[in-house]
């Protein structure tokens, strides 16, 4: 019977709990524990012993009710594995279930308890994929709750040594456990948006911030004169922009450019390269760091950093490093190694066009090969502007965006070779066409048709240049741009029809391109052509039909080439 009495029991304890739900998503270290995608094992082990202690503190309120006592430790157990993660709930279960186990009295429910408690921690565990990132919705939480509890009844009557005294632990205590341990749960998990929302107030900021930086280095990039002020400058606007300490960037054996207000080292001593740019250099790819290595030079003076270190390898040389150094209060490391990831992309821009002013000045082959070096600024800069605006509304679909993006430029500069699969082609070609449709939304329209899938080998980087050339031009009189891709099989090779509803390619342009003339507007089309023709024989270049309605463009691809 559910008595005065019992009510203010379970009124103080879900107050006790929410007051300390409140007080945890406020503290700066458990909100950064929380947020963290990787954990060490020492780590999660660590943040399980907070909510082992919730368990307790749960369990220390119970409520006598005849042979049963009613706690929240279900809450606890519950949401450190939909807040911490698989290994915090199982480290929090298992705890929290030993300290049951000890101190439930009668010990004829002790069995019962100690094993809903663990099960209460690896449920949670296992559903946090689901509602992790703050994404959860207040009715599956209660769904969840109320299974958990009806396990807890079920587990009851199976662990109890007497079936009678089960029977009536039930019977007193079923109702009340619901309604607290649900509504607990709810309330509980809640008090932790705030977290997740300033951190999606964060990433917002970040990709405004981001934005804004990637303008002012186009006009860098696009202005270059000399390579080593251009790194300067670049330095100076990602230390003015960033919350970074410090900024510096090698090449392979010694120091280019850096800042950092608390270095204090000699010129001798800045001659040796910090073991992370080494690291970084020798793996190819992101290398972390806590703190710097005993012993050297730059121990003392960044002792309080975080340090991340990305490498630039352009045509798969190793050119040099960016290191960055964030103070360690101040890290968020998913936040911040997303976008160091960027930063990587613009300065590997920088490289890779003095790599590709060197490539045209050599034979075809090498001249195909460069143009895997080419990144469009005007392209990068209006998708990050795209994803911040995207991010202030649907931060999941940013996250996405983000994802095409690095996908997008990983293909564009990591191909060693000029031949590639088609159907590699035809993946970052989608990829383009993402970042594209969330930029015009509505106003873009694109139909992708592959009657055929090939892995048949193709110029690298050849579909991307007229599809751009049909989004970019390709604008109807109801001014909406329309864009049919379709792959088909053709006799003896494979056909990639490129269709748009444009006002057509003006007479002129389309005479230049028959006598092979440089056009300064269509770049893409002529280079695209030179190449098939390279490739395939004079006569197998571009196939273009236009009026006022819109422009087809075919490119034809043969299998017995030998190129490689």
């Not at 990709?207 to 390579?227: K, P, Y």
């Not at 159907?423 to 594209?436: G, N, P, R, T």
């Amino acid at each position: 019977m559910i008595t005065r009495d019992l009510i203010d029991h379970l009124i103080i304890n879900l107050a006790a709990l929410i007051i300390i739900a409140n007080l945890l998503s406020h503290i700066h270290v458990f909100q950064k524990a929380i947020l963290q995608e990787r954990r060490s094992v020492k780590q999660d082990f660590l943040l399980s012993l907070v909510f082992v202690g919730i368990i307790i503190v749960s369990t220390s309120l119970e409520v006598d009710i005849s042979t049963y006592v009613l706690n929240t430790r279900m809450i606890g157990a519950m949401s450190a594995g939909l807040l911490g993660g698989p290994m915090v709930g199982f480290f929090a279960s298992i705890l929290g279930g030993a300290y049951v186990l000890i101190t439930t009295s009668p010990g004829v429910m002790a069995r019962s308890a100690a094993f809903s408690t663990v099960c209460f921690g690896l449920l949670g565990a296992g559903f946090y994929p689901y509602f992790q990132r703050g994404k959860w919705k207040y009715r599956d939480l209660i769904i969840l709750a109320v299974f958990a509890e009806l396990f807890e009844i079920f587990s009851l009557l199976r662990l109890t040594v007497s079936m009678q005294v089960a029977i009536q632990a039930i019977i007193n205590m079923s109702i009340p456990m619901l309604i607290t341990n649900v509504v607990g749960l709810v309330v509980f998990i809640a008090n932790f948006n705030y977290v997740f929302i300033q951190q999606d107030a964060e990433i917002s900021r970040q990709l405004q911030r981001i934005g804004m930086v990637t303008q002012e280095c186009r006009d860098i990039f696009e202005d270059s004169n000399s390579h080593g002020d251009d790194l300067k400058r670049f330095v100076d606007v990602l230390m003015d922009n960033f919350d970074y300490s410090g900024v510096m960037i090698t090449d392979t054996k010694k120091i280019i450019h850096w800042r950092h207000p608390d270095i204090k080292l000699s010129v001798e001593e800045l001659s040796e390269l910090p073991r992370i740019a080494v690291q970084a250099m020798a793996s190819g790819k992101l290398e972390t760091m806590e703190t710097p290595p005993e012993g050297s030079v730059w121990e003392n003076t960044l002792k309080d950093n975080y340090s991340a270190a990305v490498p630039f390898v352009v045509n798969g040389k190793t050119r040099g490093c960016l290191i960055v150094w964030v103070k360690r209060k101040w890290f968020q490391k998913t936040v911040e190694l997303e976008f160091l990831q960027i930063v990587q992309n613009l300065i590997l821009f920088q490289l890779s066009k003095e790599e590709l002013g060197r490539q045209l000045e050599l034979t075809a082959q090498a001249e195909l090969k460069a143009l895997q070096f080419q990144v469009n600024p005007h392209f990068l800069f209006n998708a990050l502007n795209t994803i911040s605006f995207v991010c202030r509304e649907d931060p999941e679909r940013a996250v996405t965006l983000l994802r095409v993006l690095a996908s997008y430029f990983r293909y564009s500069l990591r191909q060693s070779g000029f031949m590639v699969p088609l159907s590699d082609e035809i993946q970052h070609v989608k990829d383009y066409l993402k970042i594209e449709e969330a930029r015009f939304e509505e106003k873009l329209e694109v139909v992708f048709i592959e009657e055929i899938k090939s892995d048949i080998l193709v110029p690298v980087l050849i579909l991307q240049p007229i599809i751009e050339n049909a989004v970019r031009y390709g604008i109807s009189s109801d001014g909406h741009r329309h864009v049919s891709i379709c792959i088909s099989k053709i006799e003896d090779h494979i056909r990639v029809t490129i269709e748009d509803k444009g006002p057509g390619i003006p007479e002129e342009v389309m005479s230049d391109l028959e006598v092979d003339n440089d056009l300064e507007d269509h770049i893409g089309l002529i280079n695209v052509n030179r190449r098939l023709k390279n490739i395939y024989g004079e006569d197998r270049g571009l196939n273009i039909s236009s009026s006022s309605s819109g422009t087809i463009v075919e490119i034809n691809f043969y299998g017995d080439n030998n190129h490689e």
